[in-house]
């Protein structure tokens, strides 16, 4: 079946480091990946998607490129910021709807001032 | 634009009494709604997922249960809770294969 792995937390970095929180998956087909970012105390807000292969996903500073022959859908951000702490899921979907809709389990990132 | 809200946003709640979480989501007629669970330091667990009025899916049998009244409205239920129910739960919806969430809603049973 569909899979999500992504990168043990939690990642702790300096502020304006390069960020970068691997993704892998495992799905037939072609799925859409996406990368939700989750604020203390908050629900989950989608950061970026990408519907198919090579596509780039972009917002707020983050990059994720949608990577078939890898299977891989890195998250990056060149300057990170204190603001930017939070956990940050991959996830990917297939088909019609969000049913099928399979969550990593959610990568923790702290920046340091 | 479409826009979600659950309530309460947090509660603490006696093992062994009731729970009703409600969700309601405006500027979208028909959507699919999508309850979830979130544990403490944990991933997410698709917990309840409708379709329509009325039709609802399990994916993980236990003490909860999902009612949908009406077109946008979704509810959570229990008829007594147990202290491993404690939890963030986030209601969603979906357009076509992206899901939103809602602003979640902290349970503390003690």
């Known amino acids: 079946g569909n899979s999500v792995t992504q990168m043990e937390g939690p990642v702790t970095l300096s502020e304006e480091a390069f960020l970068t929180i691997n993704c892998t998956y495992t799905?037939?087909?072609?799925?859409?990946l996406f990368w939700y970012v989750q604020y203390p105390g908050e629900g989950l807000q989608l950061l970026l998607k990408?519907?198919?292969?090579?596509d780039k996903g972009s917002n707020k500073g983050f990059e994720a490129t949608y990577r078939k022959e890898t299977t891989s859908f890195h998250l990056e951000k060149g300057s990170v910021q204190v603001s930017d702490s939070a956990v940050y899921f991959c996830?990917?979907?297939?088909?019609?709807?969000?049913?099928?809709?399979?969550f990593g389990a959610g990568t923790r990132l702290f920046v340091k001032a | 634009s479409q826009t979600i809200h659950q309530w309460p946003a947090t509660l603490v709640q006696p093992v062994g009494s009731p729970l009703s979480l409600e969700c309601t989501v405006e500027?979208?007629?028909?959507?699919?709604l999508y309850w979830y669970r979130q544990a403490a330091g944990r991933g997410l667990q698709l917990l309840f997922y409708?379709?329509?009025?009325?039709?609802i899916s399990s994916e993980v049998p236990q003490n909860l249960s999902a009612s949908r009244p009406q077109d946008r409205q979704f509810i959570l239920s229990s008829k007594k809770l147990l202290l491993s129910d404690s939890g963030f739960y986030l209601c969603?919806?979906?357009?076509?294969?992206?899901?939103?969430f809602g602003e979640g809603s902290w349970l503390t049973v003690v």
């Open positions: 799905a037939t087909g072609y799925p859409s």
């Open positions: 996830a990917l979907s297939q088909g019609v709807g969000g049913f099928k809709t399979i």
């Open positions: 969603a919806w979906d357009s076509g294969n992206t899901i939103y």
């Open positions: 409708s379709v329509g009025i009325g039709q």
């Open positions: 990408a519907t198919k292969a090579d």
């Open positions: 500027g979208t007629s028909n959507p699919n």
